[in-house]
């Protein structure tokens, strides 16, 4: 079964510092992952995905994603983190294991927290 | 991106009545939908998948007699909640899913309902 996995319940960092978001997956064939960004009482807003090609991708917001396919990862980043990042943070892949239709399959979140 | 809407933002019920919460593709024809529910401070679970004139997919372990969906158009999805309970007291979020093409998609989230059975 497709799953992903994110480590960390919460990630702190000070404002202007660069931030990592974990994101670890199990797949089998090839990997179509997606993060996602949730602020409190909203839904979420996509930030980037990865399907083929580059393995750094770059989303909203100034956000990038690294593929890295040896280790079965694909963190999120940023160079400077901005107090208004602090959000919860969602990993996801693409689950098409019940038939046709694109499902997705979130890890449990991270809890970003950007102090000034 | 899609804009997608739901109705109501939040809702208060008492014990065994029903409620019914809306999704609205805005911009697009959506011909599948997405039903999650999201607990305090924990992941989505997908509830259900909605397909525009055929009966919705529900994931196992959740009761398609409690939780209703019908998705009448291209636009719309429901979900009732029937007979809710304190228990189903949660964050209901839908999503519509566009395809781009070339194998690829993403999927759009609503803003999310806020239900609150007393």
């Known amino acids: 079964a497709q799953s992903v996995a994110q480590p960390e319940d919460q990630v702190n960092v000070a404002e202007g510092n660069p931030l990592t978001v974990k994101c670890t997956y199990s797949v089998s064939g090839n990997p179509y992952l997606f993060w996602y960004v949730q602020y409190p009482n909203r839904g979420l807003q996509f930030l980037l995905k990865?399907?083929?090609?580059?393995?750094l991708v770059k989303g909203s917001y100034g956000f990038e994603a690294e593929f890295n396919k040896s280790q079965t990862s694909f963190h999120l980043k940023k160079p400077s983190a901005l107090v208004s990042d602090s959000a919860l943070y969602f990993c996801?892949?693409?689950?098409?294991?019940?038939?046709?239709?694109?499902?997705?399959?979130f890890g449990t979140g991270t809890r970003l927290q950007v102090f000034p | 991106g899609a804009v997608v809407s739901q109705h109501p933002s939040w809702v208060i019920c008492k014990s065994g009545t029903s409620v019914k919460i809306e999704c609205r593709s805005l911009d697009f024809q959506a011909t599948t939908m997405f039903w999650y529910r999201q607990f305090p401070k924990q992941s989505l679970m997908l509830m259900a998948t909605s397909n525009e004139g055929s009966k919705a997919t529900y994931e196992q372990g959740v009761e398609k007699d409690k939780f209703l969906i019908n998705h009448a158009s291209l636009t719309l999805s429901t979900l009732t909640v029937t007979s809710a309970h304190p228990e189903d007291s949660s964050f209901y979020i839908c999503s519509v899913s566009r395809g781009l093409g070339r194998d690829s998609y993403e999927q759009y989230f609503g803003p999310g309902t806020r239900l609150t059975v007393t």
């Open positions: 996801a892949v693409r689950d098409r294991s019940g038939g046709n239709t694109d499902k997705l399959i």
């Open positions: 990865y399907i083929t090609g580059d393995n």
